[in-house]
């Protein structure tokens, strides 16, 4: 699902949804009604931080650095805090 405007349609106008039916069905059904007070529309807060985090998390139990257990309430931890920031900037 793209998360700009831009992308949307970069994909479009490149076929991408003529290539693939169907595909722009989540994109549809998120935007099926105007954005309200309490949804702001699509938001993906510090998604790609959150996903480095998991990443780290995970490269720490492969390496015999952490415990799954300890892994996962770390990136718990540091992802809250991120969703924290975005939603104090965001409101």
């Not at 992308?7 to 549809?28: C, F, T």
């Not at 998604?47 to 985090?53: A, G």
Request: glycine share 8%.
């Amino acid at each position: 699902m793209p998360i700009t405007q831009a992308a949307w349609d970069l994909s479009k106008e490149q076929g991408y949804y003529d290539e693939n039916p169907g595909a722009d069905i989540s994109l549809k059904q998120m935007t099926l009604n105007e954005p309200t007070e309490n949804s702001k529309g699509l938001r993906f807060g510090n998604f790609v931080q959150i996903r480095d985090i998991i990443s780290e998390e995970m490269e720490a139990v492969m390496t015999g650095g952490k415990t799954g257990q300890e892994a996962a309430d770390d990136a718990v931890e540091r992802g809250n805090a991120l969703l924290r920031d975005f939603e104090s900037a965001n409101q």
